[in-house]
C-alpha cells in the first residue's frame, strides 16, 4: 500500500488545496492531508479548526483514503509515523518550486520519502491561503477560492481580529 502525506498550513484550506489532494487520492492507496503546525506563524484558524474545516471539505466528496491530521513536529516524522513514502507538494508558478526544493531534498535525507510534485490547475494558480485572506479582510467576494464552509468562519475569524 503507498502512502501519500499533503503538509501545508491550510489557514484557510483553499480550492487549489482541494484540486491537489483530489489528485492525489487518484493516485495514492492512502492520502494523510496533514495540517502542519509552524510555531513561528500566528493563524488565523487554529489547528483544530483548520482540521474540521478540511474534513468538512472533503466530507461530500466522499474520499474513504484521505486521512485528516495535524502535526507540531516534522512532516517527516509523520511520515514514518504513518508509513509514508511520499510527500505530495501543488506547485503555483510564483516560484513554489524554489521554495520546495530544499525542503524536498532534506526531506529525502532525513526520511528517505521522496516528494511528487504536481502542478496548479490553470484556474487555480493564482490562489494561496494569503490570498484570500487578504482579499476577505478588504470586503472582497472569496466565493470560489474555498470551499463554501469556509467563508463565514472567514467572516466570523475577520470579526474577531477588528474586535481584538
Known amino acids: 500500500m503507498t502512502i501519500a502525506v499533503c503538509p501545508g498550513s491550510y489557514d484557510p484550506v483553499t480550492a487549489g488545496h482541494l484540486d491537489v489532494i483530489e489528485r492525489c487520492a487518484r493516485f495514492f492507496d492512502e492520502v494523510h492531508v496533514v495540517v502542519a503546525?509552524?510555531?513561528?506563524?500566528?493563524?488565523?484558524?487554529?489547528?483544530?479548526?483548520?482540521?474540521?474545516?478540511?474534513?468538512?471539505?472533503?466530507?461530500?466528496?466522499?474520499?474513504?483514503?484521505?486521512?485528516?491530521?495535524?502535526?507540531?513536529?516534522?512532516?517527516?516524522?509523520?511520515?514514518?509515523?504513518?508509513?509514508a513514502t511520499v510527500i505530495v507538494k501543488g506547485l503555483r508558478q510564483n516560484g513554489d518550486y524554489e521554495a520546495e526544493l530544499g525542503m524536498a531534498l532534506v526531506n529525502r535525507k532525513l526520511a528517505d520519502v521522496e516528494t511528487l510534485?504536481?502542478?496548479?490547475?490553470?484556474?487555480?494558480?493564482?490562489?494561496?491561503?494569503?490570498?484570500?485572506?487578504?482579499?476577505?479582510?478588504?470586503?472582497?467576494?472569496?466565493?470560489?477560492?474555498?470551499?463554501?464552509?469556509?467563508?463565514?468562519?472567514?467572516?466570523?475569524?475577520?470579526?474577531?481580529?477588528?474586535?481584538?
Open 117 to 164: 510534485f504536481l502542478p496548479a490547475v490553470p484556474d487555480l494558480e493564482h490562489i494561496s491561503s494569503s490570498i484570500v485572506k487578504d482579499v476577505a479582510r478588504h470586503g472582497g467576494d472569496v466565493t470560489g477560492m474555498v470551499p463554501d464552509c469556509v467563508i463565514p468562519l472567514l467572516g466570523e475569524a475577520l470579526n474577531d481580529e477588528k474586535r481584538a
Open 37 to 83: 503546525v509552524n510555531a513561528a506563524k500566528t493563524p488565523m484558524f487554529s489547528e483544530e479548526t483548520r482540521v474540521e474545516i478540511i474534513r468538512k471539505a472533503l466530507e461530500e466528496r466522499n474520499y474513504r483514503n484521505i486521512k485528516v491530521a495535524s502535526t507540531t513536529g516534522l512532516i517527516t516524522d509523520y511520515c514514518k509515523k504513518v508509513g
